[in-house]
């Protein structure tokens, strides 16, 4: 089947260099919610590692692999959206040698990914040119690298100090210059941001990293108010939404409506005609009369 022309590529979103409005990227790890964001208009559509966290329950996103992220890659793609699919390499996907990172980036693009996505600066650039290499477009990710948690010492903001700040820049100057088509900026000050955004010739797409960026991404979950009960939002996230809450609302409408005996009504159930139901002498079976047989 042919790609739908209005589909996003990564040399389209390349091009958006500095230009308006800002690119919008949001995270989906299913059918619905990739159907919802393609929906809204999204430029992009990330299938982040943090599935590992927001969907699967676990404290980190080390847990996943290749193969949960082909998984999701591929419930996204099969909606045909016509935002670019960015799927995240997960840890230790792209760290042991150049063949495993190409078949692991292969994996998510035959999964149905538009590019993947890796984190970490000039220490990766080798990693970047082998999928490069492969005709996989790559996106770069700096500042807080949530699969360096460990390394980093939680989940902290980068590049408050001068040095930090340098190095960052360098890193997404590396970036840019091995080929990355745009790099996430995580949980920098918006004054580091801001300068990596004017430096490097490609587009920034931050989260927690102020508004200078070329583009802006959320995750689902935080942008429509899902969380656990003692999940302390990050700062920079703005909830347009608590689904969770009214989900929780709607399902608690629906126990109560079965343990009333007002769902399912009438006309939520499948009916005999008169005659059937006569023919099989259900009339008068029941001292519950039904008022519509029609259907
Ligand atoms: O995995 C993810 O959702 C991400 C975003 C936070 C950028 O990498």
């Known amino acids: 089947m042919a790609a739908s022309t209005s589909r996003t590529t990564a040399p389209s979103v390349r091009a958006r260099k500095g230009a308006e409005p800002p690119l919008v990227m949001v995270t989906a790890y299913d059918a ?5 964001v393609d929906a809204a208009g999204v430029d992009m559509i990330l299938v982040g590692d943090s599935l590992a966290m927001v969907v699967l329950g676990y404290d980190d996103t080390l847990q996943v692999t290749t193969d949960d992220m082909a998984h999701h890659v591929g419930a996204v793609a099969r909606t045909r959206p016509d935002a670019l699919v960015v799927a995240d390499l997960p840890w230790l996907s792209y760290h042991v040698s150049r063949e495993e990172t190409v078949h ?3 994996a998510l693009i035959r999964a149905g990914a538009g590019a993947v996505k890796l984190e970490g600066g000039g220490k990766r650039i080798d990693a970047v040119r082998a999928i490069l290499d492969a005709e996989i477009p790559v996106m770069g990710h700096i500042g807080l690298t949530p699969q360096s948690i460990h390394a980093l010492g939680g989940f ?4 408050k100090e001068l040095d930090a700040a340098q ?3 360098d890193d997404a100057v590396a970036l840019a210059d091995a080929g ?11 004054a580091v941001a801001r300068m990596i955004t004017e430096t490097v010739p490609v587009p920034t797409i931050g989260i927690g990293a102020g508004r200078h960026c070329d583009g802006q991404v959320l995750v689902w979950h935080d942008l429509l108010g899902f969380g656990a009960p003692d999940h ?6 703005r909830a347009y939404a608590e689904l969770e809450r009214d989900a929780a609302a709607a399902i608690e409408q629906f126990c109560a409506d079965v343990r009333a005996g007002t769902f399912p009504s009438s ?5 005999m005609t008169d005659r059937m139901a ?4 259900l009339y008068g079976a029941s001292d519950v009369a039904e008022p519509e047989l029609t259907q």
């Open 32 to 36: 619905p919610s990739a159907r919802t």
């Open 104 to 106: 692991n980036a292969a």
């Open 156 to 159: 902290k903001v980068q590049g």
């Open 167 to 169: 190095a960052l820049t």
């Open 180 to 190: 990355c088509f745009a790099m996430v900026l995580e949980c920098v000050p918006d």
């Open 232 to 237: 302390r939002r990050p700062k920079f996230v």
């Open 267 to 271: 006309a939520e159930t499948y009916h």
């Open 278 to 281: 006569e023919a099989l002498g």
